[in-house]
């Protein structure tokens, strides 16, 4: 590592290439008028989603309330961005739901090093260009990144020649090629939605400070209600109405809440306090720390990496709501959620108040969560492991000895070993419609 790059813990540490890049065949100044173009602006709309989440989790993360009371300035900051980030689960999720019923299944792949984000890295169909960082909070990341992701179009805003201005207008796009496709051949657009909707995701979320539930997509209906869901709860319904429903689906009186983009006006203008923030770097890479950090950092990715690969299995997996028998896929709904909250957020409190390394050029700075890509298939094979929740356990277990904490009853340690092992859970995915001959 450089001396320039770790002056301080607000520069970036690594100078690294934008690794996202949009789909050719995606063109804002063009209509959506064939299944595969519309399965193509799915795919792009979960990468955008997923893009979303490390992120407002970092900035998250990065607010020192641990052992602090539940009055302390940085609690209602850090609650808002978490239930925001929970809220791009949500999101994540009804793009997949919605692919599955179109029949493109396979199109969407989490646990994949070509889909999950490497930070820098450009937003994908923005104009004017956004980058996307991994950064501590603070009032200027709001103005800076988080608000111009989620800017309300002006009623109407038509969009640049070869971008979208925002991602209420790439939504929009995606429900306008719906409605037209479903108009044109509506038998060819919806042939395999019913037979697949046991493999979409139905349960519901616990976010006790948003809103919103899984939708079944079956037809253009229940499609243009889970496209509701996730343009209201980003932007909102209006740039000029800083509310929502909670419930977008079944909106009443007085039960709303604020869009993201209203959230996150909130913490910029200081009415949601930040408070403490950590010391730690912007765009971190495990390669960059030294000692215990490094491996605490790996344990995080591979246990970030394996959730997302639960959740991919959760897509292999029929639905089975049989009370006679066990369901694996209830276990994988529930367990997800569970990993989320209890393995990743403790190993970021201990990532957080590590030194990140020994070089005095750190200057104090600590470590933090990278959200990198974790090669378990190379991991396993150099340590002689069978599955991927067998390695993920040897790193916590090889962690314990300088990080105590993550061992224990109720603890990381006991957690990952109450987790599904995604090998040994057989597949039976959902039907796939025929991907189209290359030119």
């Avoid at 046991?198 to 979320?205: G, L, N, R, T």
């Avoid at 616990?206 to 243009?224: K, R």
């Avoid at 800083?242 to 009443?252: E, G, M, S």
């Avoid at 896929?329 to 190993?347: C, N, Q």
Wanted: proline share 8%.
């Amino acid at each position: 590592m450089t001396t320039d790059a770790t002056k301080s813990a607000t520069r970036r540490l690594a100078d690294i290439p934008f690794a996202v890049t949009p789909i050719d065949t995606i063109k804002a100044d063009r209509p959506i008028e064939d299944i595969d173009a519309l399965l193509d602006h799915l795919h792009q709309a979960a990468q955008v989603e997923l893009s979303t989440i490390p992120m407002y989790l970092y900035a998250a993360y990065s607010i020192g309330t641990k052992g602090h009371s539940q009055w302390d300035p940085g609690i209602s900051a850090q609650r808002t961005i978490i239930s925001i980030a929970i809220e791009e689960m949500l999101h994540l999720c009804l793009v997949r739901n919605l692919a599955v019923a179109l029949g493109g299944a396979d199109r969407i792949v989490f646990y994949d090093p070509d889909f999950i984000t490497k930070y820098p890295s450009k937003m994908l169909h923005r104009t004017p260009p956004l980058t996307l960082h991994l950064e501590r909070c603070s009032k200027d990341l709001m103005t800076r990144v988080f608000l111009p992701l989620e800017l309300p179009a002006e009623k109407g805003a038509e969009p640049q020649p070869d971008e979208y201005n925002t991602l209420g207008q790439f939504y929009r796009a995606i429900e306008e090629g719906l409605k037209h496709l479903t108009q044109v051949d509506p038998d060819g657009v919806w042939k395999y939605a019913k037979a697949n909707a046991p493999w979409q995701y139905e349960s519901a979320y616990w976010n006790h400070d948003g809103g919103g539930e899984p939708v079944v997509i079956t037809d253009l209906d229940t499609a243009q209600t889970a496209l509701k869901i996730v343009i209201e709860q980003g932007e909102g319904v209006d740039p000029k109405k800083a509310t929502v429903p909670i419930d977008p689906v079944n909106p009443r009186p007085g039960l709303d809440e604020l869009s993201h983009y209203a959230k996150f006006k909130r913490i910029e203008q200081g009415i949601e306090v930040i408070g403490q923030v950590r010391n730690v770097p912007g765009d971190p890479r495990v390669k960059d720390f030294s000692g215990p950090a490094g491996g605490l950092a790996l344990l995080f990715n591979a246990a970030y990496c394996y959730t997302l690969a639960m959740l991919d299995k959760l897509y292999a997996v029929r639905s089975n709501l049989n009370p006679n028998r066990t369901s694996t896929r209830y276990h994988l709904e529930r367990t997800f959620i569970a990993s989320m909250s209890g393995v990743l957020y403790p190993i970021a409190e201990l990532l957080m108040t590590t030194s990140g390394s020994d070089d005095p050029a750190w200057d104090g700075a600590c470590a933090a969560p990278t959200f990198e890509y974790y090669d378990f298939a190379a991991e396993q094979k150099a340590k002689g492991h069978r599955t991927m929740k067998e390695h993920l356990i040897w790193l916590c277990e090889t962690a314990v000895v300088d990080f105590p904490e993550l061992g224990g009853d109720n603890s990381v340690h006991w957690l990952l070993k109450n987790l599904p092992s995604v090998d040994d859970i057989p597949s039976d995915p959902p039907a796939s419609r025929p991907r189209p001959m290359p030119n």
